[in-house]
């Protein structure tokens, strides 16, 4: 199976993928070797199914936002191998100060904010807050404490008295906040 993903990805698309993401040609092998084992259908894209099966990820509360973070710029509801790459991008450590576009402290805060702005309308409501939370500690919090926690950090984030919060409330709020760090993955060469 190695080599049969290997001589699927020919030179200059290692080099465009590598451009894109910052990802090493050793990363971007790897990783499609990893993405062609999860494609069990061997049509060269990835469903919502074929990432459900992920172990790692099924166990995690977050699940369901993670997923749908692949297929946000996804107009059939399948992921190729580059656009699994650019999702991945957003949880490459930043080296050296090598950063590129989709791994910049700017663009973590903006993948992290979409994963709560579940209506995808710039904002972060009450009610989008207390649903990510509820995905986060399932019924170990009493819905009283999870809507107090939920009006609490919108009190506290929303510069703007909105009732929201935005996502330079986002920003704000996580100032102070290793991003670059909490939102990396170390991949292996």
């Known amino acids: 199976m190695g080599n049969k993903s290997s001589l699927l990805l020919r030179p200059e698309e290692i080099a465009q993928i590598q451009?894109?993401?910052?990802?090493?040609?050793?990363?971007?092998?790897?990783l499609y070797s990893r993405f062609t084992s999860l494609d069990r259908g061997d049509c060269g894209t990835l469903s919502r199914d074929d990432?459900?099966?992920?172990?790692e990820l099924a166990i995690n509360p977050l699940c369901d936002r993670i997923v749908h973070a692949f297929f946000a710029d996804s107009s059939d509801d399948r992921v190729n191998f580059r656009q699994f790459m650019n999702v991945l991008a957003?949880?490459?450590?930043?080296?050296?100060?090598?950063?590129?576009?989709?791994?910049s402290r700017e663009?973590?805060?903006?993948?992290?904010?979409?994963?709560?702005?579940?209506?995808?309308?710039?904002?972060?409501?009450?009610?989008?807050?207390?649903?990510?939370?509820?995905?986060m500690v399932g019924a170990n919090i009493s819905q009283d404490q999870l809507v107090s926690i939920a009006e609490r950090t919108i009190?506290?984030?929303?510069?703007?008295?909105?009732?929201?919060?935005?996502?330079?409330?986002?920003?704000k709020a996580l100032e102070r906040t290793d991003v670059e760090q909490k939102m990396s993955i170390r991949f292996l060469n």
């Not at 451009?19 to 040609?25: A, L, S, V």
């Not at 990432?51 to 172990?55: C, G, K, N, V």
């Open 19 to 30: 451009e894109e993401t910052g990802f090493t040609p050793n990363q971007i092998e790897r």
């Open 51 to 55: 990432f459900l099966r992920i172990p």
């Open 90 to 103: 957003h949880f490459r450590p930043i080296k050296d100060k090598k950063e590129n576009k989709l791994n």
């Open 107 to 135: 663009d973590k805060l903006k993948f992290a904010f979409k994963m709560y702005d579940l209506d995808d309308d710039g904002v972060i409501s009450r009610d989008e807050l207390l649903s990510i939370l509820h995905m």
């Open 155 to 171: 009190l506290e984030a929303d510069l703007c008295c909105q009732g929201k919060i935005s996502f330079e409330d986002f920003c």
